[in-house]
T-cell receptor, first 119, second 119 residues
Framework: DARVTQTPRHKVTEMGQEVTMRCQPI?????VFWYRQTMMQGLELLAY????????DSGMPKDRFSAEMPDATLATLKIQPSEPRDSAVYFCASGLDGLWRGTSTDTQYFGPGTRLTVL | AQKITQTQPGMFVQEKEAVTLDCTYDTSDQSYGLFWYKQPSSGEMIFLIY??????QNATEGRYSLNFQKARKSANLVISASQLGDSAMYFCAMREAVILAGGGNKLTFGTGTQLKVEL
């Protein structure tokens, strides 16, 4: 049963510390997405990659957030320095291709999320 | 304007009854896909069902079906024979076939409906 995996599942840190979240997409998927979920804003797209290249990171605060895909099996999201307002659940999702096909292959599959608390 | 509107913040249903969760969407694109995800209290986002804008028949997946009314721009989720395990937050999402830089694959989510199944 192929799944997106994320580590850590929970992270508590103090303001100013660096936070790194990792994601392993489903094998064979070449698009990776980072979403953030908060009570106030709901689900927001932070960044997405296709074939490891960043295509859209307009939803990401540029001064403190960075996203990378060192290889096809690993995506990372870093926050440096972290702030209390970054407290949220961060989801990684993966999908097949970046082209719209009009079929269920357009589906994005989500990981379990990383619950981040910044004190 | 909201692209995805879920007007029911919370719903209650008796076990074994059917329930409909509402979703309306706004797009000028002719090509798009509609998705429903389930988020139980454990936090993961589980893909349930997909409907393409050109699909002539309503999508079904087990106890889930999608009542797709294109002219009204609605994509309501119907859960038949509700079970206690169906208690969760349900999100409607849309992907438009807009070709952004490199290919569009962004999902836009609604605010969700919290479903509670009662004995």
């Amino acid at each position: 049963d192929a799944r997106v995996t994320q580590t850590p599942r929970h992270k508590v840190t103090e303001m100013g510390q660096e936070v790194t979240m990792r994601c392993q997409p489903i094998l064979g998927h070449n698009t990776v997405f980072w979403y953030r979920q908060t009570m106030m804003q709901g689900l927001e797209l932070l960044a997405y990659f296709r074939n490891r290249a960043p295509l859209d990171d307009s939803g990401m605060p540029k001064d403190r957030f960075s996203a990378e895909m060192p290889d096809a099996t690993l995506a990372t999201l870093k926050i440096q320095p972290s702030e209390p307002r970054d407290s949220a659940v961060y989801f990684c999702a993966s999908g097949l291709d970046g082209l719209w096909r009009g079929t269920s292959t357009d589906t994005q599959y989500f990981g379990p999320g990383t619950r981040l608390t910044v004190l | 304007a909201q692209k995805i509107t879920q007007t029911q913040p919370g719903m209650f249903v008796q076990e074994k009854e059917a329930v409909t969760l509402d979703c309306t969407y706004d797009t000028s694109d002719q090509s798009y896909g509609l998705f429903w995800y389930k988020q139980p209290s454990s936090g993961e986002m589980i893909f349930l069902i997909y409907q393409g804008s050109y699909d002539e028949q309503n999508a079904t997946e087990g106890r889930y079906s999608l009542n797709f009314q294109k002219a009204r721009k609605s994509a309501n989720l119907v859960i038949s024979a509700s079970q206690l395990g169906d208690s969760a937050m349900y999100f409607c999402a849309m992907r438009e076939a807009v070709i952004l830089a490199g290919g569009g694959n962004k999902l836009t989510f609604g605010t969700g409906t919290q479903l509670k199944v009662e004995l």
